[in-house]
């Protein structure tokens, strides 16, 4: 075979993905522990306060998304401590150690012993205070955090002629693997703590804070490892005052440039920021338009902890299985496709020639869960069609009187919660291309000193996710999920649509 030999353009060589180092791996296990805490113990929620605090469909769903919510908009607060005070190493031990508190106060609200008097202020101060805090805190750091510790540099394959080990591929391989700990720690938190709720609620608790004070340990075993940048000012802040100045002076930008060139320093004018933040800003904010769609997507995702459990409460199954526990499936079809698609599809496309860039792998993921929707309409409409209790609300499709009872959990119809799966499968297949690609697409497009500010700014979109689950919670009890379902499918589509047609082209600029 001819050897090929190496270019002194790097470009042109096969461009491949590089390791990731040790203190990467740190960082990615301690995401690991933190998302055990985080789904082994959210997971519950929904039946818990079903089922122990006795709360209605419309409600607990209504606290669900409002955790949810909570826990996403905190990331800009803890982007900005990192960014001014702290750096990201003690910024994420600080809100661990507030996050732990809060899984504390949790199990302890959750003895039996005490169900009559702290059970639902302590739930609730313990997400809404704490916990929620913890993780919004972590995640608008660990990432970028993780990200950070690799090389910047293009550079030859040490091993392979005619390779490059290129950063962008090596950055898309670390989120990747990075969303596949994500979802082995809500693999192992999904599995054991709804099987330990059978026999205490608190102990199902406790097992999330023990996994992850390990976590803890382990980020703090790495510290002398880690490149952690030093912090620089309230960037955020810094964004808000350009952004806000370029936009009062957007008449007096130079012809034909995006109103943003307004803060450009001119006429011996002097700012906190220079010609190099205000080009940085400008294809940050182009970048953030992408983003826009997130919300929609999160609202459609977050059914996961609530509405699909309310589902599944009603739905044939073994007496060992918890309705929640179908997330099991979720983050298994994760962790056994990221693998597949990192060391077999995505490269076997790169040698070909075919680049599937981040903009056109997340409107697959959009498409998978537009799909994944109408499933869900369809299956809603045929429980509300299977007896006993049809649609919960004491009639059958004929009008006739229904013994319901008064518990929920008794309200069973004959359709298999094994139904649920496709759901399951196709939402976490989406995850691969919308959600891991999103954090990658975030990382890549902002400048360094920006990268906390974007990060935190895509978790957001999370929380807007929950907000608009919180409004739709009104319409979340019997009958109407049918056309909840319908309705989110629609919006999605068409999002999904103006999306491609909007943002396609921004795969030939990252």
């Known amino acids: 075979m001819k050897e090929v030999e190496v270019s002194e353009d790097l470009d042109s060589n096969i461009q491949v993905a590089g390791p990731i180092p040790l203190a990467a791996w740190l960082i990615i296990v301690t995401e690991l522990c933190e998302r055990f805490a985080y789904y082994g113990a959210s997971m519950l929620f929904q039946r818990y306060m079903l089922q122990r605090l006795l709360l209605g469909k419309s409600k607990a769903t209504a606290i669900s998304r409002g955790f949810n919510f909570f826990s996403y908009m905190t990331a800009i607060f803890g982007a900005a401590v990192a960014d001014k005070w702290l750096g990201k190493f003690k910024t994420v031990l600080l809100f661990a150690i507030i996050y732990t508190l809060g899984l504390v106060l949790l199990t302890v609200s959750a003895i039996d012993s005490l169900r009559e008097t702290v059970a639902l202020p302590g739930f609730l101060v313990s997400i809404f205070c704490l916990i929620s805090w913890g ?3 972590i995640k608008s750091n660990v990432s970028a955090f993780a990200a950070e510790q690799l090389p910047i540099e293009d550079y030859p394959h040490p091993k392979k002629v005619g390779y490059t080990v290129n950063h962008a591929v090596t950055v898309e391989r670390l989120f990747r693997y990075f969303y596949m700990a994500i979802n082995i720690g809500g693999l192992l938190g999904q599995g054991i703590t709804p099987a330990v709720s059978s026999y205490a609620w608190d102990i199902a608790y406790m097992i999330p804070a023990i996994a992850f004070v390990v976590g803890i340990i382990v980020f703090a075993l790495g510290r002398n490892k880690y490149y952690d940048r030093p912090p620089n000012g309230n960037v955020l802040g810094k964004c808000i005052r350009c952004i806000t100045y370029a936009f009062r002076h957007r008449h007096e930008r130079p012809e034909g440039t995006h109103w943003v060139q307004s803060a450009l320093p001119r006429n011996g004018e002097t700012f906190e920021w220079d010609a190099k933040f205000v080009k940085d800003l400008e294809r940050t904010y182009h970048a953030c338009k992408v983003f826009c769609i997130y919300p929609l997507y999160w609202a ?36 056994i496709f990221i693998p597949i698609l990192d060391t077999f599809i995505f ?34 409409h045929f429980l509300y069609k299977s007896g006993p209790y049809y649609n919960f609300t004491g009639k059958d499709p004929n009008g006739n009187h229904v013994d319901v009872p008064t518990d929920i959990s008794l309200m069973i119809n004959e359709l298999t919660i094994w139904a649920q799966l496709p759901a399951y499968i196709l939402i976490g297949i989406s995850e691969i291309f919308s959600s891991a690609t999103g954090l990658e697409f975030a990382f890549r497009s902002a400048a ?40 989110q499918a629609v919006a999605m589509a068409i999002m999904t649509v103006l999306f491609a047609w909007r943002f396609a082209r921004l795969d030939n600029m990252v």
């Open 135 to 137: 993780t919004g805190g």
């Open 300 to 335: 459609l995702y977050n059914n996961m902890t609530d509405n699909f459990v309310n589902m599944g409460i009603n739905m044939t199954r073994p007496n060992w299985l918890k309705p929640e526990m179908l997330s099991f499936v979720n983050s298994l079809v994760i962790v």
């Open 347 to 380: 490269p076997m496309l790169r040698k070909a020639g075919f680049r599937l860039g981040p903009v056109n792998r997340i409107i697959i993921g959009f498409c998978i869960v537009t799909f994944c929707f109408v499933y869900v309409t369809v299956l809603q």
């Open 448 to 487: 360094p000193e920006l990268k906390s500010v974007v990060m935190s700014l895509f978790l957001c979109t999370n929380a807007f996710g929950s907000l608009i689950g919180m409004i739709l919670a009104i319409w979340s009890s019997d009958p109407n999920f049918v056309y909840l379902y319908a309705a």
